[in-house]
Structures are given as structure tokens and as C-alpha cells.
């Protein structure tokens, strides 16, 4: 029998999409013993998680570029992806802020190191806010981070478990508010509030004031490495590596996964799934087709329209997808030499660097955005991977990739296909700014506009999570209340991608929890994460034990003195991992 089919040369399960999240579904499927088969419109595996050569001679992770929030741990023991090649890493300093007056500050993988350039920079008080804020988040993430891999609550439900727990305020603040205003209740710095604001709004039509804008800054914000709190890392070889590591384990396991096969359709009859139809004519079928694509080309352009209800079209038509960004790759020849930091390689060019983030400019790109147009003077994120993964760049050069948010889809006037160079300038003059002199060591450059997220990764609108991360389109209520389940009115179709819980970034656990339900289904055992959420786990009362002494104002003084030893440096590894 041929790989990835079933009897009579059929495969069990096709997967539309070779995106992470189908990946690691397809994987999760060949191990239960099912005959799958992927499906992948584009020339190579990955979806918006791909290393591509977007400058001649030069690679850069093109869409997703941080290993953050990664891959969930479970998923990666479970499928061994080191075994295939992949290679995850850290850099020092995680991250770097340059303030609009060219002032700096770092946040570093040691606490304490962080705690300390906070304290020379901002005061001893405002040390003691961070060190309390992160305790307010870890607490939130121990309580909710068990429902990722687990058939989820609804939001109401969740809220609910909040406020018997007495934490009824906590919820709101992380979940329902704005991040102007939790950042308010918890810091003073304007520097520190500007930082924590960018990374709120990824995706995201709004500003900081903007109800909800909380969640994304928390969603981003409760990732891990390596079972450590809230850090990231980055993917040896790019974001492709990822991909191309799960795209191997499942070719090892039978899997047969074809590119350049783009599904025109998703067969239907009788209500069930019968299969798909490919561009060029050929007809798969398949009583499970899962689908990676986001839920409105999945049921407005794959689902015939008659073998939907007219309601639940309705509903997914009026899904919020409004939000978007853009990527600026930008090839150079020499690092970029900021002022105010001595010559050669700095912090800033190993870090996940953000220029001129404050929430003036994000309130006014917001206004912006709601024109249908965007500032002259956006706030930018970069990073420079080739400055610790030489395989991206020749010997002696690099590669920038910058991103720019808050933008419209639909500009107000012109089009995107102009736009582009006036992105590529925006990034150039905005590093300018900080670093003299940058624009002369440019070799090129490219925009990835919103349109070119839509057009060439499939996403909708261009918005990176299928669909926004707003209240009403989270846990079980995504991507619609009823069908939060990974499954959909067509029986044996079902959701794989960001469109479903827990929504966007590289974490794979919307593919895991997909195969989960397949296989629950079908009866067939899932070698995964339980399905069971269990906000109450002993590891997680420790853990809030220690969040609640720390909201002490009493206690604040002295649990900021303890973090910033470094010889208490694995009691405070202890107390943020998350394990």
C-alpha cells in the first residue's frame, strides 16, 4: 500500500494546507495508524511558517520570526522533532526597546539582569511594579495555559472560574480591558508601557485603548522556552525549520504530502465530507478532511455554499478579521551601528529590538488605520537572525526583518502594489533614525504587504490568526459559539489552523487538538495531550500561592532584592517555570 493512502489507494484523511498546524495534525493522525494525506497550495510546507530567499542570496524567516510563543513542549516530545533536524536557541538579550529619544533598555533571559537595568533605569519602584505585574501574568497564564492542549471553556465559562477563585478583577484587567489600561495599573515608565503596547497589537485594528487588547498582549505574552515564563527563541535555519521538521517526521511516518496542489474545493454529500477537488481537475476521496485554512475561504470558498446552512454562513461572514501588518525584509551589508551603543555587535542586534514604540504613535496609527491609511513614523519591530544563524546571509552581511502593524487591508486610497515601496521606505528611514548612516549599507529590499498575506500565504484580509483574537472569537467560541470543537456542520470536517482555539502563533496546538478530536471520534487512541482543562492542577496553586504574596505591596521590596541575585537565580528559574 502507498504512502498516505487507505484501501483501494485512497487516503483516510486529507489535509488542506501544509501549515504548521496541519503538520502537526498529520502527524498526530499517522500515529493513530489513519492514511493521510496533505495538500499544499504553495511550493514548499509552512504556510506563513516558512524561511524563503526573499532577497536574492538572502533567507529570512518571511511571515512568523520568533520561536514565540514556540511550539508547545508537549508536542515537541511527543513528535521528537530534534530527531528531524530541528534546532532551537536563545539569544542574550531577548529583547530591546529604543525609545524615540534614542534611550535603551534590555530585557534579558536572567531576571535579575533585567530587574537591574530596570532599577538603574526607571527607580527601585518601578523594579517592584514589573516584578508584580509578571507575577499578575504568570498567574493568569497558570490558570488558563492548561486549557491550549485541552478542549477548551467558553469565555463565559472562563470568566466564571475567574470570579470564584476571587479573581474576578484579574480576569477583566487581563482579558476584557485595554492594554493602556493594564499597563497604567501596573507601571509608570512611559518607555516600558510603549514596549509592552507594541507587542499588544499584532494583527490588531486598534489601539492601546481599545478594549481587548489586553488578551493579545497576554496570548503573546504567556509563551515559553524551554519551560521558562514568558521568553522566546528563534528556529536554527529560520521559521522554515519548523515546518520542515514536521514535514519530515510525518514523510517518515507515510505521510504523503504534495505541493503545488491547490484544493479548489471540499466535496460534499448528504452532509458529510467526501473528499476535495483540486484545481487542476483531480478528486481526492476521503471520508476526514481537516482544513488548515482559515474559516472563511474554508466555508465561503472550499464548502459548497448550498451544503451549508444560510445562518451559520451569515455568522461566518460577520467574523472579525480586521486586522493586519506588514514584513519589510531589508538585505545590508554592514550591521546597523545604533547611537549610543559602542562600535561592532550589540545588544540590539542579537535581540527582538522595537524602535520608537510609544502609545502616542499607536493611538495615531490607529486613527490612521480606521482612515484607510497609515503614519509616516509607525513604531517598527526587527530583528538580525543573521547575526547568530550565518546560514541567512553571506559572509559579512545580513538580514533585517522588520514589521510594521496597525495597518489597514483596504487603503483609502492607491493600492497595495504601490504601497510596498513606500513600506520598504517607512523601515529604512525609521532605522535610519537610530542608527545614522544606515541607508548606505542597504543592498534591497522587500515589502510583504497585507495584500501579499492574503494573496500568497491565504490568510484573509491578511490577518496572521484567521480571524481576530477578540472576546467572542476565543476558547470554545472560536471560531463561532457551537463550533468550537474543531468540528464544523459538515460531518468529518473539521478545523486544524489558527482559526480555532487557542488561535494565532507557532504553538501547534490547534493541530494537536484537532487530531484529538478526529481521533475521539473514530475511537481510535490519541498519543497527545488529555482532552480535560483543569484550571485547579496542583502545579498551578503553587504557583498562584506565590503570585498572591507577591502582590503584596509589604513584599515587594524584598522578593525584588531576592530576584536580583543572581545567586537565587534557580530558585527564581523554579519559580517561573512552567512545569
Request: glycine share 12%; net charge neutral.
Amino acid at each position: 500500500m502507498a504512502a498516505g493512502q487507505g484501501r483501494g489507494g485512497a487516503p483516510q484523511a486529507v489535509i488542506v494546507g501544509a501549515g504548521h498546524n496541519g503538520l502537526v495534525a498529520a502527524n498526530y493522525l499517522a500515529d493513530a495508524g489513519l492514511a493521510v494525506t496533505v495538500l499544499e497550495r504553495r511550493e514548499i510546507v509552512g504556510g506563513a511558517c516558512v524561511t524563503e530567499e526573499v532577497i536574492p542570496g538572502f533567507r529570512a524567516s518571511s511571515c512568523a520570526f520568533v520561536a514565540g510563543p514556540g511550539l508547545e513542549r508537549r508536542i515537541l516530545r511527543d513528535l521528537e522533532l530534534h530527531r528531524y533536524g530541528l534546532e532551537l536557541y536563545q539569544c542574550d538579550p531577548l529583547a530591546a526597546s529604543i525609545d524615540r529619544n534614542g534611550r535603551a533598555f534590555l530585557i534579558h533571559r536572567r531576571i535579575d539582569r533585567t530587574l537591574a537595568a530596570i532599577e538603574a533605569r526607571f527607580g527601585r519602584d518601578e523594579a517592584a511594579r514589573f516584578v508584580r505585574f509578571g507575577a499578575r501574568l504568570q498567574r493568569v497564564a497558570n490558570a488558563v495555559r492548561p486549557a491550549l492542549l485541552a478542549d477548551p471553556p467558553s469565555y463565559a465559562e472562563l470568566r466564571e472560574a475567574f470570579v470564584r477563585r476571587g479573581d474576578g478583577a484579574l480576569f477583566e484587567a487581563f482579558f476584557s480591558g485595554s492594554v493602556a489600561d493594564l499597563l497604567d495599573a501596573h507601571l509608570e515608565a512611559e518607555e516600558l508601557k510603549g514596549f509592552f503596547t507594541f507587542l499588544a497589537l499584532t494583527s490588531v485594528y486598534g489601539g492601546p485603548s481599545s478594549p481587548g487588547t489586553a488578551y493579545v498582549y497576554t496570548h503573546h505574552a504567556w509563551g515559553e522556552f524551554e519551560g521558562r515564563f514568558g521568553e522566546f527563541g528563534y528556529a536554527r535555519g529560520g521559521m522554515g525549520a519548523i515546518s520542515e521538521a514536521l514535514a519530515a517526521r510525518a514523510r517518515a511516518r507515510g505521510v504523503e504530502i504534495r505541493t503545488d496542489a491547490a484544493v479548489a474545493a471540499i466535496t460534499v454529500a448528504a452532509g458529510r465530507v467526501t473528499g476535495v477537488r483540486l484545481e487542476n481537475g483531480e478528486e481526492l476521496p476521503a471520508a476526514i478532511v481537516l482544513s488548515n485554512a482559515d474559516p472563511k475561504r474554508t466555508f465561503l470558498d472550499l464548502v459548497p455554499a448550498a451544503e451549508l446552512d444560510p445562518g451559520f454562513l451569515d455568522r461566518v461572514r460577520d467574523l472579525d478579521f480586521r486586522g493586519t501588518m506588514a514584513r519589510v525584509h531589508i538585505a545590508v551589508d554592514r550591521l546597523p551601528q545604533f547611537a549610543g551603543f559602542p562600535p561592532g555587535e550589540q545588544g540590539p542586534h542579537r535581540a527582538l529590538t522595537i524602535l520608537g514604540a510609544d502609545s502616542d504613535a499607536s493611538e495615531r496609527a490607529f486613527a490612521a488605520q480606521q482612515r484607510g491609511e497609515m503614519i509616516d513614523d509607525p513604531p517598527l519591530e526587527m530583528t538580525i537572525q543573521s547575526v547568530h544563524d550565518d546560514s541567512l546571509a553571506p559572509p559579512g552581511q545580513h538580514i533585517i526583518t522588520a514589521g510594521i502593524q496597525q495597518l489597514p487591508f483596504e487603503l483609502a486610497s492607491g493600492s497595495w502594489e504601490q504601497a510596498g515601496e513606500r513600506l520598504v521606505g517607512q523601515a529604512v528611514a525609521t532605522i535610519s533614525d537610530y542608527a545614522p548612516g544606515f541607508e548606505a549599507s542597504v543592498l534591497g529590499a522587500r515589502a510583504i504587504t497585507p495584500l501579499d498575506l492574503e494573496r500568497d500565504y491565504a490568510l484573509t484580509a491578511g490577518n496572521i490568526f484567521h480571524g481576530a483574537m477578540v472576546p467572542g472569537q476565543l476558547f470554545r467560541d472560536r471560531p463561532l459559539a457551537g463550533f468550537g470543537s474543531y468540528r464544523s456542520p459538515i460531518a468529518g470536517l473539521y478545523m486544524c489552523g489558527a482559526g480555532a482555539h487557542p488561535g494565532g502563533g507557532v504553538t501547534g496546538a490547534p493541530g494537536h487538538n484537532c487530531a484529538r478530536a478526529v481521533l475521539a471520534d473514530r475511537g481510535l487512541p490519541f498519543a497527545g495531550a488529555t482532552a480535560r482543562w483543569d484550571a485547579g492542577r496542583r502545579r498551578g496553586r503553587v504557583h498562584d500561592g506565590l503570585g498572591r504574596l507577591l502582590e503584596r505591596p509589604s513584599m515587594q521590596r524584598p522578593v525584588l532584592a531576592l530576584a536580583r541575585s543572581r545567586w537565587l537565580r534557580p530558585l527564581a528559574d523554579r519559580v517561573r517555570s512552567s512545569s
